[in-house]
T-cell receptor, first 116, second 113 residues
Framework: KAGVTQTPRYLIKTRGQQVTLSCSPI?????VSWYQQTPGQGLQFLFE???????NKGNFPGRFSGRQFSNSRSEMNVSTLELGDSALYLC???????????????FGPGTRLTVL | GNSVTQMEGPVTLSEEAFLTINCTYT??????LFWYVQYPGEGLQLLLK?????DKGSNKGFEATYRKETTSFHLEKGSVQVSDSAVYFCALYYYNQGGKLIFGQGTELSVKP
């Protein structure tokens, strides 16, 4: 069974640009979560989608947005990039229906975003 | 609010040494607890988990026990290998908060031959 895939793996952008990252969950998984990983702040939750609906959101500015498609694939978008957005963005998928037991998450390899 | 605190790294050990990485949490109710491992250049992999008090999670020689009285979930391994070198993350999760895992800051482990 294929794991969680994320594209692209590496990305370089300049301040003020916008970026879109993609995540394909494990087949059959309907929940997709996104995390930002930086040396200073560690791993922080961005948002979670289930059945094309955002179910939970972390404490990030509105420049960070996401969506989920009917095939469970998800994208996240960051507009007006800032230097501080440089990070590893991790996507995780799970099969468990939210609210019905613990939610084992399987992570992708991440997208390394560098903002110059 | 809910939070996870791990011992600071890096932790450097010789092969076959005993490993303990401390993890304590602050939370209301009964969260599930996890240890994830991140190898260089890769995403996170679930190492082990415990969903209720006194549960012991174990995998690949690693183990951790959910101690509600001390709000701890320390990771242990009796004999580490060079291949165990990685960053280890302790995390908690509430089933009624969707996909939100709350992570500790991570502890880097380096095992020398």
């Amino acid at each position: 069974k294929a794991g969680v895939t994320q594209t692209p793996r590496y990305l370089i952008k300049t301040r003020g640009q916008q970026v879109t990252l993609s995540c394909s969950p494990i087949s059959g998984h309907r929940s997709v979560s996104w995390y930002q990983q930086t040396p200073g702040q560690g791993l922080q939750f961005l948002f979670e989608y289930f059945s094309e609906t955002q179910r939970n959101k972390g404490n990030f500015p509105g420049r960070f947005s996401g969506r989920q498609f009917s095939n469970s694939r998800s994208e996240m978008n960051v507009s007006t990039l800032e230097l501080g957005d440089s990070a590893l963005y991790l996507c995780a998928s799970s099969i468990t229906i939210p609210g019905q037991g613990h939610n084992e998450q399987f992570f992708g390899p991440g997208t390394r975003l560098t903002v110059l | 609010g809910n939070s996870v605190t791990q011992m600071e790294g890096p932790v450097t050990l010789s092969e076959e040494a005993f490993l303990t990485i401390n993890c304590t949490y602050t939370a209301t109710g009964y969260p599930s607890l996890f240890w994830y491992v991140q190898y260089p250049g890769e995403g996170l992999q679930l190492l082990l988990k415990a969903t209720k008090a006194d549960d012991k999670g174990s995998n690949k020689g690693f183990e951790a026990t959910y101690r509600k009285e001390t709000t701890s979930f320390h990771l242990e391994k009796g004999s580490v290998q060079v291949s165990d070198s990685a960053v280890y993350f302790c995390a908690l999760y509430y089933y009624n908060q969707g996909g939100k895992l709350i992570f500790g800051q991570g502890t880097e482990l380096s095992v020398k031959p």
